[in-house]
């Protein structure tokens, strides 16, 4: 055994070796790693977006909170309103309510009065038609006197 032979041998099955591994295992190799680095990288790359449209998502919510807040800041204002205006409008119509019952019951007290007038006057024409009978020891005729008593009753 010489130890050139087996040293130039093993050169030669070393060299074989070389060339078969980067002509048919090499490159799966390299395709494989290549695919890993790409899947890697886009995943990255999607993190950082997710991470960017978490940000952004955050201030839109945010925005939105705060137009909600506002929206019902302004309809409490404008139920808080109507709700004046409603008071208002009530005190309103009970202030016109009660003038015209005031009006009413007014009218019906001057009614009252002017009856309670009439009666009064007939009254008083009765009875001074009964005291001129007396006095005159004679009944007096309401008929032929009526013009007499109306004028009496215009009197009082």
């Known amino acids: 055994m010489n130890i050139n032979l087996t040293l130039l ?14 002509k048919f295992v090499w490159p799966p190799l390299m395709r494989a790693i ?9 995943g ?3 993190g950082e977006r997710g ?6 998502a955050s201030h839109r919510s945010a925005d939105v909170v705060r137009d909600a807040k506002q929206r019902a800041a ?3 204002a404008q139920a808080e309103k109507r709700a004046s205006e409603i008071v208002e409008e ?3 119509a ?13 009218a019906e007290v001057e009614q009252e009065v002017f009856r309670a007038r009439e009666t009064l006057r007939q009254n008083v024409a009765d009875l001074a038609l009964a005291g001129a009978a007396k006095i005159l020891r004679r009944e007096v005729d309401a008929k032929t006197h009526a013009d007499l008593l109306a004028s009496i009753k215009a009197e009082l």
């Not at 290549?34 to 886009?42: L, P, S």
């Open 34 to 42: 290549e695919n890993r680095q790409k899947t890697i990288a886009d």
């Open 90 to 92: 009530a005190k309103s």
């Open 51 to 56: 991470k960017s449209e978490l940000e952004l």
């Open 9 to 22: 041998s093993q050169a030669m099955a070393f060299a074989i070796f070389i060339w078969f591994t980067v």
């Open 44 to 46: 990255l790359a999607a």
């Open 94 to 106: 009970a202030k016109d309510e009660g003038g015209r019952i005031l009006t009413g019951a007014k």
């Open 74 to 76: 302004e309809i409490i």
